[in-house]
């Protein structure tokens, strides 16, 4: 069920988008609704890989925050150019993964 949601945004931006929608003939609404998702996704895997970074999530818990097995994660590790952080208890926890 969707569920209205008020954002205030710079005009002109409003206004590069408004026009972007209608030269590829999209549904504003719509397509608001996928930025929003993809951005929202993107943001909450950088601040969750970030704690992962400082120590504060383990690899399992980072792994069930984000829905990734092992290899998904270690992939995305990859990807990121970031190092593997783990310690004696993350392997000891990862037999659960």
Avoid: H
Avoid at 16 to 40: C, H, N, P, W
């Amino acid at each position: 069920m969707l569920k209205p949601a008020t954002v205030r945004i710079p005009e002109e931006f409003l206004k590069e988008i408004t026009s972007f929608v209608k030269d590829m003939r999209l549904d504003k609404s719509a397509y608001l609704r996928e930025i929003l998702q993809k951005g929202f996704e993107e943001d909450r895997q950088e601040r969750l890989l970030a704690k992962y970074r400082t120590g504060d999530l383990s690899v399992e818990e980072t792994c069930r925050l984000l829905g990734l097995n092992m290899w998904d994660f270690l992939l995305l590790l990859k990807k990121r150019n970031m190092a593997l952080n783990v310690n004696l208890e993350d392997w000891l926890n990862s037999v659960e993964l």
